[in-house]
């Protein structure tokens, strides 16, 4: 108890949040007065720094190394800083800064800047919250040096992030997150960071119509309109830029769904803020019902994610990742395709693009899981991952972008409906022409992320032979590398049926996943095996 309370008496010295120390102070007391809860919750934020990946900082708000808050920030903007400027040889590096509406966003933000111009660099923060994409485009577009956008995204409420951009607009990869993290410890107190008081340039909203006037153009001036649309941001910063998108481009307004159109850091109507959750997107679909929509579209609440549901004869469906991801392909795929274009998907995705890609004499790449790696990808022209993240237009912005992804959508969906067709007709005839690519997905969440290496490592020791019937025709330990791609935590298994098993641990939350996908020339086959193989994995990697 002494060196914990010790630690945390330490921290609140250096915490310059009068909320966060007040926090921690009575969480010391409790713990010292004898509560075993309060201590539990002590040891825990003092657990280890929250650790600076691939994917920046993502954690809980609250006082302590193990959580997000002011002196975590200050400290990582300023090993960013040291980094750029250590890498790039120079001390006026630029650093462009975007945040959503979430609980301290707008802090974070202010704090990066003030440490960017304290040592030496250039800060410019976008005018109010915007989307992530919006960051993503303003990196190149203003020549900045790297890009950060505070947000956590789809994750609870409870939570906030970091995610770092460097000048080419893509995320951070290996080995710049250690090399950034590395320099995160050469700042060990936050109160030795110098903080700017001023200094900092606040952009204004013309930027925003740059970033319009550029994703706009991935619609055809001349192509259909005649669409409805219901659209939700689940109490994200996407509504006012999507709308203002839509208008741009000469759609009608989409019908907002109210109560979850305006930023909310509470996220009252959901239980989590991520339109692949079940429930998430009910409001719209219901909307949808009662104003006889053709279309329903989500964004996460950072606006990078799109979410698509169409109308059935029973009712309303949300169409999976890969369904959109093989949509936007198709569509894509009909328009002027350069010779040296490239299609991609990750790793865990449907092979169905891949499929049309080499129908179509189009080159396509697999990576690894993650925009961070899919941006990468040398000539890229189109590429999506099955969570609901698609980049259709690279030159504009280099990572997923749902306010273009809708664009496209909603002008495939009236084109479409100019002809008497459906999305769904689509889809059918990509089964006819390449198999029914049939997709699922779950995960195991876990409170111990110990019980995640404790399934891989069930898995690595007694492999399944067989799966519903077919043998395991190949294991790949994703990490030793595999069919070229770098090392990441996972195991692929695929079956002599072709069928595909990825099971893999997030990146972003506490929770293993498992993606598995079936081929077959009959849906219903193929929708049969993929049940088969599910109920299985979910055997497999049961926690115990």
């Known amino acids: 108890m002494n060196d914990v309370a010790t630690e945390a008496r330490d921290w609140i010295a250096d915490d310059p949040d009068e909320q966060t120390r007040a926090e921690l102070e009575s969480v010391v007391a409790a713990a010292e007065s004898g509560d075993a809860a309060a201590l539990e919750d002590l040891r825990d934020r003092f657990s280890g720094l929250l650790e600076f990946g691939t994917a920046g900082l993502r954690g ?42 979430r609980h ?34 303003m990196i190149r577009h203003l020549g900045a040096d790297a890009g950060v956008m505070v947000t956590a995204s789809h994750n609870p409420p409870q939570d ?41 340039e606040t952009l204004a909203d013309e930027v925003v119509d740059d970033y319009l006037t550029a994703v706009t153009r991935v619609v055809r001036p001349d192509g259909p309109r005649d669409i409805n649309i219901v659209h939700t941001a689940l109490h994200g910063v ?11 481009a000469g759609f009608p307004a989409p019908e907002s769904v109210a109560d979850q159109a305006e930023p909310d850091p509470a996220f009252p109507t959901v239980a989590f803020p991520n339109p692949e959750e079940p429930g998430a997107i009910d409001h719209a679909l219901a909307l949808a019902a009662e104003t006889s929509a053709d279309l329903v579209i989500a964004n996460d609440p950072d606006a990078d994610r799109c979410a698509v549901a169409v109308p059935r004869p029973d009712g309303w469906a949300m169409l999976r990742g890969d369904e959109v991801g093989a949509l936007l392909g198709a569509y894509l795929l009909q328009r002027d395709v350069a010779r040296d274009a490239v299609f991609a998907n990750s790793i865990v995705s449907s092979r169905l693009l891949a499929a049309m890609a080499k129908a179509a004499g189009v080159p396509h790449a697999e990576t690894l899981t993650g925009f961070k790696w899919i941006s990468r990808v040398p000539g890229l022209a189109y590429g999506y991952e099955e969570a609901l993240g698609y980049c259709v237009d ?3 912005v280099r990572d997923k972008d749902g306010i273009s992804a809708a664009l496209l959508v909603a002008e495939f969906a009236a084109q479409c409906k100019a002809e008497g067709r459906t999305l769904d007709d689509i889809l059918a005839e990509l089964a006819v022409q390449h198999g029914t690519h049939a997709t699922d997905s779950f995960s195991v969440r876990v409170d111990d992320l110990s019980v995640i290496g404790d ?41 002599a049926d072709d069928t595909r098993v990825i099971v893999r641990p997030s ?7 498992i993606y598995l996908e079936t081929i077959d020339a009959d849906p219903e086959v193929a929708r049969r095996k993929l049940a088969d193989v599910r109920a299985q994995f979910e055997r497999l990697t049961a926690a115990r």
Do not use: C
């Not at 996407?238 to 741009?248: C, K």
């Open 104 to 137: 301290n966003s707008d802090v974070f933000a202010r704090d990066t800047a003030a440490v960017a111009v304290g040592a030496g660099g250039r800060a410019m923060i976008l005018p109010h919250t915007l989307p992530t994409p919006v960051l993503a485009f």
């Open 160 to 200: 906030n992030g970091y995610k770092v951009y460097l000048g080419d607009g893509s995320q951070i990869v290996a080995p710049a997150d250690v090399r950034i993290a590395d320099a995160i410890s050469r700042f060990p107190k936050a109160a030795d960071v110098p903080l700017a008081d001023d200094g900092w």
């Open 507 to 513: 990146g972003t939350e506490p929770k293993l996943k």
């Open 455 to 495: 399934i891989m490592g069930r898995l690595r020791s007694n492999p399944p032979q067989s799966v519903a019937g077919q043998e395991v025709s190949q294991v790949d330990d994703l990490s030793l590398g595999a069919g070229g791609l770098p090392p990441t935590e996972g195991l692929r298994y695929f079956l």
């Open 60 to 101: 809980a708000l609250g006082a302590g190394p193990a959580r997000m808050n002011r002196v975590v920030v200050i400290r990582a903007a300023a090993g960013l800083t040291a980094y750029l400027q250590d890498t790039l040889g120079k001390r006026d590096v630029t650093v462009v800064i975007g945040y959503d509406a």
């Open 394 to 396: 690279p030159e504009a």
């Open 238 to 248: 996407g509504s006012a830029v999507l709308r203002a998108a839509f208008d741009r």
